[in-house]
């Protein structure tokens, strides 16, 4: 890929494939952040994607040198990161997997017209499920098909953690795994504060953490994106920040450690199937899984949402 982009001699492309809420709030994040030089906006709804680009153009003299356009899938084959938000939403009461047939089809069509040299970033839900449509369907190394995963789910399960322990988020490490959606797990055995295992930070600062408190962040971090759709009608803003964030470590080889969705190592026995794990993430995409040495609870519960995803993956054939 960095051999690519040097023969190109251009600024960093991404390509936007759906340009809803999410697609939108995406490209206006990486406008704002200046991540990168070119943004081209695909979507089936023509109109729709030309008074974004011309609405988001608008803003780059007051922000980043950033040339937003309209275009089409034969730009995408060229860009260094393809996001797609493509497919149907979900709607007040559904679940993430409720969406499972639909956004297959979509990704069926897509994929293979968008797939070039760059990384797939998948957006679309069920995640996991669908990024692991668009390895298979792409034929691209699995290390260049990543799905935002569950990076979103950590943001608020820091979030929710640090308010109720009254430590600034970015202080607090710890991971949500597995499936984005009802059976993903926390691994409470791994989580830090400040580098302190957090029951052994509540014992030394006299801040009591009781279970249900616990259960209260699980469930409330779980079930985030179903309270902000009954109350909103779609969830766009972290989430795009979240694909901003995969990004950034992508083009500027961060080498970040974020829980994207990812192809399991064998050497987990889980099965070959996408779900989030702590992975390094840089310039070719996904560079190593980083294992977790869970409770066996947490394990236990991890190999439960992996036969989720994999009932999934065995419904469409795949």
């Known amino acids: 890929m960095n051999e690519h982009r040097s ?76 996001m797609l938000a493509a497919g149907a939403s979900q709607r007040p009461g559904e679940t993430r997997m409720d969406l499972l047939h639909r956004n297959a089809a979509v990704f069926s069509d897509v994929v293979p017209r968008v797939a070039g040299q760059g990384i797939l970033l998948v957006a679309t839900n069920p995640v996991d499920v669908m990024s692991h449509l668009a390895w298979k369907i792409s034929g691209l190394p699995s290390q260049q098909v990543i799905g935002s995963g569950t990076v979103l789910d950590t943001a608020r399960f820091r979030h929710l953690l640090g308010r109720t322990l009254g430590v600034d988020p970015r202080n607090v490490h710890g991971y949500i795994i597995g499936e984005h959606g009802d059976s993903e797990v926390a691994a409470w055995s791994r989580t830090t504060v400040a580098g302190v295992p957090l029951d052994e930070f509540c014992s030394r600062t006299a801040c009591p953490f009781p279970q249900f408190d616990r259960e209260h962040i699980f469930s409330a971090t779980r079930d985030a994106a179903r309270q902000i759709v009954t109350r909103k009608g779609a969830t766009y803003y972290a989430v795009a920040a979240a694909l901003a964030r995969i990004t950034d470590a992508i083009l500027h080889n961060q080498r970040a450690v974020l829980s994207v969705s990812t192809l399991v190592p064998s050497a987990l026995g889980l099965g070959e199937l996408y779900l989030s794990l702590p992975a390094v993430i840089g310039r070719d995409g996904v560079e190593r899984v980083v294992p977790l040495p869970l409770s066996s609870e947490e394990q236990s519960d991890l190999e439960g949402s992996a036969a989720v995803l994999k009932k999934a993956i065995d419904e469409l054939g795949y």
Do not use: F, K
């Open 7 to 82: 023969a190109a001699r251009r600024p960093y492309r991404v390509a936007i494939v759906g340009v809803g809420r999410v697609g939108a709030t995406y490209a206006y994040t990486l406008l704002m952040r200046g991540t990168v030089g070119e943004i081209v906006l695909v979507d089936l709804n023509q109109e729709r994607c030309e008074g974004e680009a011309m609405d988001l153009s608008h803003a780059a003299p007051l922000t980043n040198p950033v040339r937003v356009w309209t275009g089409d899938y034969d730009d995408c084959r060229t860009a260094d990161v393809v």
